[in-house]
């Protein structure tokens, strides 16, 4: 028995093609729950009416030929449960979700699936200090330039002075503690984004603490690195910021300025005109993915959340393919 394909109907055949594009239009815009609100649907059929309408989105995009890479990993669950991200840098957009993990073989499948053609015309990758994205992109790559993550390099940073900060609290007896408590947020952001009352705050906890004091102003004044043109003078800085590390009693900041030894080449990198990436759109690229995840967080569905990342980046489809 032969069953005609019907061109005006869905995937779903309870749904129009048409519907199902409206749907996934307005899933744009909405949450799932207020779409299935709206159009008195079970949130399921939402979910799959939207996976119809992102899948096309992503079928005529298809795979671009990138030249400068971003390529970082989300978490999908609790626990260490990764997936890569890959973006074309020059488009602004994410086009790879997967690997099962955050291994050289994970980054290994973008490879493959971007084919050698494609894959050749790569010249630079921006990325955080993580061995095996190195090692794939540089065995995948002939000749790829590899570019450190500055905000991800930042992170440490933080991470370094946070800890600093705790191990103040526990030394301090109570009462001296009140200036840090409720602290950390005020310490780990850039000055120019306080407001009046947390500079006010900050100066009433470095007047308290000393090494608190130097710990912020250390972390405040690595960000002059990138402003370098010159790896030379770049150097000059890091081993003069380092320098000062002495005699300071701040081992976390010497456990960073290790690791920025060990990652030189890749921080450095950065350097030369050549290399110039925006890696502020990496970072706005990973804020509005962490968005989508939590607008999909409840949905088992990994393949569903793939989706969302690619196309949540594409332009919405014309009326001419929505009908």
Same mark, same amino acid.
């Given at each position: 028995m032969?069953?005609?394909?019907?061109?005006?109907?869905a995937?779903?055949?309870r749904y *129009?093609?048409r519907?199902a594009?409206?749907?996934?239009?307005?899933?744009?815009?909405?949450?799932?729950k207020?779409?299935?609100?709206?159009?008195w649907?079970?949130h399921g059929?939402?979910?799959?009416l939207?996976?119809?309408?992102?899948?096309k989105?992503?079928?005529?995009?298809?795979?671009?030929?990138?030249?400068?890479?971003?390529?970082?990993e989300?978490?999908?669950?609790?626990?260490?449960d990764?997936?890569?991200v890959?973006s074309?840098?020059?488009?602004?957009?994410?086009i790879?979700?997967?690997?099962? #993990? +955050?291994?050289e073989?994970?980054?290994?499948?973008?490879f493959?699936?971007?084919?050698?053609?494609? *894959?050749a +015309?790569?010249?630079l990758?921006a990325m955080d200090?993580?061995?095996?994205?190195y %090692?794939?992109a540089?065995?995948n790559?002939?000749?790829?330039?590899i570019?450190?993550?500055?905000f991800?390099?930042?992170r440490h940073l #933080?991470?370094a002075?946070? *800890?600093?900060?705790r191990?103040?609290?526990?030394r301090l007896?109570e009462?001296d503690?009140?200036?840090?408590?409720?602290?950390?947020?005020t310490?780990?952001? %850039?000055?120019? %984004?306080?407001?009046l009352?947390?500079?006010?705050?900050?100066?009433?906890?470095f007047k308290?603490?000393?090494?608190l004091?130097?710990a912020?102003l250390l972390?405040?004044?690595?960000g002059?690195?990138?402003?370098y043109k010159?790896?030379?003078?770049?150097? +000059?800085?890091?081993?003069?910021?380092?320098e000062?590390?002495?005699w300071?009693?701040l081992k976390?900041?010497?456990?960073?300025a290790?690791?920025?030894?060990?990652?030189?080449?890749g921080?450095?990198s950065?350097?030369h005109?050549?290399?110039?990436?925006?890696?502020?759109m990496?970072e706005g690229?990973n804020?509005?993915?962490?968005v989508?995840?939590r +607008?999909?967080y409840?949905?088992?569905d990994?393949?569903?959340l793939?989706l969302?990342i690619i196309?949540?980046?594409?332009?919405?489809?014309g009326?001419?393919v *929505?009908?």
């Amino acid at each position: 028995m032969y069953v005609e394909r019907l061109e005006w109907l869905a995937e779903n055949p309870r749904y *129009t093609n048409r519907f199902a594009m409206r749907v996934g239009s307005l899933c744009r815009e909405m949450t799932n729950k207020a779409v299935a609100e709206l159009e008195w649907l079970h949130h399921g059929t939402v979910k799959d009416l939207d996976k119809i309408y992102m899948a096309k989105q992503v079928a005529l995009a298809g795979l671009p030929a990138p030249r400068v890479i971003g390529v970082d990993e989300i978490a999908i669950r609790k626990g260490h449960d990764y997936r890569i991200v890959v973006s074309d840098l020059d488009l602004g957009r994410p086009i790879w979700v997967g690997g099962r #993990g +955050r291994k050289e073989e994970d980054l290994d499948l973008f490879f493959e699936a971007l084919g050698l053609k494609k *894959t050749a +015309r790569i010249r630079l990758a921006a990325m955080d200090m993580w061995k095996p994205f190195y %090692n794939s992109a540089k065995r995948n790559v002939q000749g790829v330039r590899i570019v450190y993550d500055k905000f991800h390099i930042m992170r440490h940073l #933080g991470e370094a002075l946070d *800890t600093v900060r705790r191990s103040e609290y526990k030394r301090l007896a109570e009462k001296d503690r009140s200036f840090i408590k409720g602290q950390r947020y005020t310490l780990l952001s %850039n000055r120019e %984004n306080l407001d009046l009352d947390g500079r006010r705050a900050l100066a009433k906890l470095f007047k308290a603490n000393a090494r608190l004091n130097r710990a912020y102003l250390l972390k405040e004044s690595f960000g002059q690195l990138w402003d370098y043109k010159s790896e030379l003078w770049a150097r +000059r800085f890091f081993e003069s910021w380092r320098e000062s590390l002495k005699w300071q009693r701040l081992k976390p900041y010497v456990k960073f300025a290790a690791m920025i030894e060990r990652h030189w080449e890749g921080i450095a990198s950065y350097c030369h005109p050549e290399n110039k990436c925006s890696l502020g759109m990496v970072e706005g690229l990973n804020n509005k993915i962490r968005v989508l995840q939590r +607008r999909a967080y409840g949905y088992c569905d990994e393949e569903y959340l793939k989706l969302k990342i690619i196309a949540a980046f594409l332009p919405p489809l014309g009326r001419s393919v *929505t009908k």
